[in-house]
């Protein structure tokens, strides 16, 4: 008698949903290196922020979403602070210190920190696949970096990015528990308000930039706020909420080869043949890192 193995099914939101987070996250990068000539760091994160609050306000008010369950705010809190708030500053603030390929490679060590805190915290272990795909996923990010490197970055710059990477590992780590008790919505929702309220020491700033800054620039902040922030972290936590923490981790290594194709695109930078190497060495090391073990029988 023989037995058929289940065959494995792809959850085709889930996979929508990071496919949208991940290219919506790789534009961010597109709309910051334009904005950031004219918004200080923290403005430009308070600003952010409070766009992408008011719009999952909105949205969730429509659907009527209420509070979060008690249960729920400590790791909604916690990514506020560390993932919406400490992360989006401290990755403005570094990048104004360190170039756009050293900045790149020093916030690449985030996803490789999350999954071993997500290992050891939420006992998610860390499965030989999964190490093996980081590894070569983070050497083609580093590639990448590397091929971008300018050569202009300051140590203080190098520990700004990072302290993203941190603030990036701690709030994913968090938001995963919350996640039991939350909804996407609720958690992406109220983790913006608080990454928004923590940030509200910048609104002087914030003020004197949009009146100085060009309308072009002040149209940027309001696309990094609905659709990088609001609408890519809300598809973030749907599919953080049917997968692991370490395995959608890995999968921002995406993130470094859509960068390469859409500088080329919208900004005409055409890529080194060592940058577009990079980038495919990422794609690799995601597909090894997602990939399941066939089980025998």
Same mark, same amino acid.
């Given at each position: 008698?023989?037995? @058929? &193995? ?8 889930? !996979? /929508? *949903? +990071?496919?949208?987070?991940? %290219? =919506? ?76 390929? @050293? &900045? ?8 490789? !920190? /999350? *999954? +071993?805190?997500?290992?050891? %915290? =939420? ?89 100085? *800054? ?84």
């Amino acid at each position: 008698m023989t037995t @058929t &193995a289940p065959k494995s099914t792809v959850d085709v939101k889930v !996979l /929508a *949903a +990071i496919t949208v987070t991940m %290219v =919506l996250w790789a534009s961010a990068f597109v709309g910051i290196r334009y904005s950031v000539e004219y918004f200080e760091p923290g403005s430009l994160a308070l600003g952010r922020l409070l766009v992408g609050a008011i719009a999952l306000a909105v949205v969730a008010a429509v659907k009527g979403i209420g509070w979060p369950p008690r249960a729920a705010w400590p790791g909604i809190a916690s990514a506020g602070v560390f993932w919406f708030g400490l992360y989006m500053v401290a990755l403005n603030w570094g990048e104004r210190h360190a170039d756009a390929g @050293t &900045a790149a490679l020093v916030v690449g060590v985030g996803p490789i !920190l /999350a *999954a +071993i805190l997500a290992g050891v %915290v =939420l006992k998610e272990g860390l499965p030989v696949r999964l190490v093996v795909g980081l590894a070569i996923a983070f050497a083609g990010a580093a590639i990448v970096g590397l091929a971008s490197s300018q050569g202009t970055s300051t140590t203080q710059g190098v520990l700004l990015c990072l302290l993203a990477a941190a603030g990036y590992a701690v709030g994913v780590v968090s938001q995963k528990p919350a996640l039991k008790h939350a909804s996407a919505l609720q958690a992406t929702t109220f983790g913006c308000a608080v990454g928004a309220v923590a940030c509200l020491p910048f609104s002087g700033q914030l003020v004197h930039d949009v009146a100085n *800054a060009p309308t072009s620039a002040t149209l940027s902040i309001v696309y990094l706020g609905l659709l990088p922030t609001a609408l890519a972290f809300y598809t973030w936590a749907y599919a953080l909420s049917h997968t692991t923490t370490g395995l959608l981790g890995a999968t921002t290594y995406v993130v470094p080869a859509i960068v390469v194709l859409l500088s080329w695109l919208l900004l005409n930078e055409v890529p080194t043949l060592v940058a577009v190497a990079g980038g495919a060495l990422c794609l690799v090391g995601v597909a090894v890192s997602r990939t399941k073990r066939r089980s025998r029988t």
